[in-house]
Structures are given as C-alpha cells and as structure tokens.
C-alpha cells in the first residue's frame, strides 16, 4: 500500500485532541493526506490491466481505495473474472441489475455451504455449521419461516418503545466536549442490548453475543482471535451456552423470542447441535455487524457532507429518506457469493458450474444507470429505498425492518439532545471485503 496510507494513522496517534477541531491544521493535514490516498488509488486502479483485478482484497476495503476498482469494472468488464486471488478464481458482478439477475435465479445461483457458501471465501470445513442463509430451497424456507414472526410489524411495535428507552439512556450518559469511540459507546451497545432482546439473552452477559459474532466472521490477519485454537474455544462456549438456553426454552411455553422459536417451531426444533449453532450465527451477525455499522456511518456520512447533516437538523422529517440512504452508502454488508449449478451467461461471458459468483452490492449501489447522483450522499432521495445493501429474492435481509426502526429511533433521540456530533479524527475501518465497517469513529459531541 502506498506510503501515504501508512502515514494517516500514524498521523492520528500524533494528532494532539484539540487539534483535531473542525478546519484545526491537523484536520487539513489528514484531509490532504486522504486525498493524496484517494489520487494513487485512483491513478493505479486505471493503470493496472484488469486482468490483475482482485477486487475482493480486504486491504481495498481497510484503506477505503476500492472506489475506482469498482468503477473501472462497471465501465470496462460489468463481469470479471479474477485469477489471481489467494483465495481462489472468482467472477465478480458489479452492476445493479446483473445482480438482480444473480439474485433471483437461486435454481442457477446457488448458496449451498457444500458448494462454498455465501462468501467469497469457501466455507471453512471445521466451521460449516448449516444455516438457512447458506441452504437452498425447500430447507431453507422451511427453517427461515421459524424465526419471521419475531420481524412482523406487531413484534416491531412492541419492539420501538423499547428501544427509544435504551438509546435514549445510552445517549444521556455520553460524555461532552470530550473525544470518545462512537462504534465502541454507542453502535456496538445499543446493537447489543437489541440483539440480547431479540434472543432474550442474559442482560449481563450480553457484550458476549457481539463476541461471538466478530469471533466468527474475523479474517486470519485481522487480529480479532490470537489463532485457530482461540477461535474454537470461543465458539465452543457459544455453542455450550445456546444449546443450554435451547433447551431450557423448549422446556417453557412458548415466547417471542429468536431461541424460543427455534426451539418450538417444526423444522427447527429437532435441529442438530450444529445446525443449531450456525443459525443462531447467522441471527448474530446478521443483527450484529450489520446494523452497527450503519450507526457509524451515519455519523460519519453527516460528517463528510455537512449540507445534509444542516438538512437533517432543519427537518428532522427527513430521518424516514435518511436511514435507506445511510444503508446504502455504508452497504454493511459488501458482497454475498453464491455457486453456478450449471453453464450460464451473464453480461457476454461464460459462467462455468461450480465457478464462484460474487455479487457486489458495494459497487451495485453506486451503479449510475439505476441510481441517479449514486455517488452523492443525498439525504432527500426521491425514491431511497432502491438499493441493494439488503439483498434481494428469496435470501432478502429478514432484518430489515429492526435495522431500520432501530436507525430511525436513535436518529430521532439525537436530533433532540446534541446539536452536532463531529467526527475529530480518521475512522479505523475493519480488514474484511465482506462486513463493510468501522472499528473505530473518534468523535465530540460539542455544546
Ligand atoms: C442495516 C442492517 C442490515 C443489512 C445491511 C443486512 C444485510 C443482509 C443481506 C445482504 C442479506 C443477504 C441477502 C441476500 O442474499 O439476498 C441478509 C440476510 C439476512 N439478514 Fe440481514 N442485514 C441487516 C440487518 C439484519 C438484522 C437486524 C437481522 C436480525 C436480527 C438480520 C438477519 C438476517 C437474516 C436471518 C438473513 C438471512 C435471510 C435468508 O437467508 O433467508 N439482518 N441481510
């Protein structure tokens, strides 16, 4: 990577606090170091043949560079095939509806585990814990059908009184005219408190589900487990504490609960230990990374286009166009992979069975043929719902409407205490090409 890059946090570990003020030096020097980032990425994306594109790289996605890849791609080769990953020849799909046509073909596309799974990574054997997002149909309807009533509009109901009071109690105690972690003190808490309600979890032990879930999704080099004995220790807890509280809830009339439907429902209560495991997984951090990143980058997107933040808090109505926008420009999620099952084609070129397809909504979302201005952030979208960060088919986010009441609530809680949230330094972004997000946002609340 290039020197500049390595330069930036270097330059916020020096960056004295006050310093960091808006249009203080140090924020200049960051703003043109990151522009100098932006320029050599830039200029190498448009030098290198596309023939050595590996646009799958973490490392893209850490240094935030990979914009001009993508776009290269969308203008030169919608369909690239890449051979020269370490993790194995790919077909990336970077146009919105070339990954509609991906989605909604999964008799072509598949997302069997057996085949490699929903990443662009295979699955790792010694973790391939079925889930309902990595089956085809009839399993996977079947077991997505145990858990959907908990994401009905009644349940989302009972949901929102309870949340507004929990955001409304983390936001109070935030400190002010003092730098803190945003990701650390308030998106990972509050998508935790959510996530320990869904499960009805033990309360006090709850930061444990937002273990389990970076545990599990963590790359080798990102530093989240020491190594591999680590990692299965952890989930071994995981799975020792959820087949405890399985069984426990099938013991107990039925509640409104993930781990109580999972217990009652048909298809899902004689589940095996790992089938278990890898959907309550899946629930984790599906609720988890997801909606956490998005509260990170709702700040940050405020903070990077002031207009829209002034825009915002001279309408507050504007919140409903301003959570889908949020979610499509963070995209949390950059990519979900699926399998050929057969010789296709798709935009010209010849998919092979068992080749891997990854379809990039990162680069979907920012396709300008489908979503006018898509790389704007624009807070007053006409119709911001058109975007892909949710999937699309019969593995649509089941989420979706937690994520964005959750969104919408926390919005509504700050626009009535804070006047501005300033991000005061460069955001740390995490080492995966597949969870788009933050590891940490230093940030101030001023006034
Ligand atoms: C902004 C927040 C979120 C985003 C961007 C997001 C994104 C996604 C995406 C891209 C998929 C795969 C769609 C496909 O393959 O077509 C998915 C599936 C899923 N999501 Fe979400 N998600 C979010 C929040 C949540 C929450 C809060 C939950 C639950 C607590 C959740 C649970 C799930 C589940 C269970 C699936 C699997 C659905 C299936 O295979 O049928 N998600 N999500």
Redesign the pocket.
Known sequence: MSQVGELVPGLIAMAPEHNLREGGPMQETLAVARSEVQREARERAYAIPLSQFHVGNPELFRSDTLWPYFERLRKEEPVHWCSTSPVGNYWSVTKYNDIMHV?TNPQIFS?DARLGG?MLRDVDPKYDWPS??AMDEPR?SKQ?KS?QPL?TPPELVKMAALIRERSASVLDNLPRNETFNWVERVSIELTTQ??AT?FDFPWEQRRKLTRWSDVSTALPKSGVVANEEQRGAELTECSETFAKLFAERARQPMKSDLVSMLAHSEATRGMDRENLLGNLI??IV??ND??RN?MTGSVLALNENPDQYDKLRANPALIASFVPEV?RW????AH?RRTATQDTELGGKLIRKGHRVVMW?VSGNRDGDVIKDADAFLIDRRNPHNHM????????????R???L??RIIWEEILKRFDRIEVVGEPKRVYSSFVKGYEALPVRIVG
């Open positions: 989605e997302s929903i309902f997002i996977h997505r858990v994401f959510m996530l869904l899946l629930l599906g609720g997801t909606t998005s979610i963070q995209t949390p999620l979900m909504y960060s949710f999937g699309f088919g019969i593995h649509r986010c089941l989420g979706l937690v994520a964005e959750q969104l």
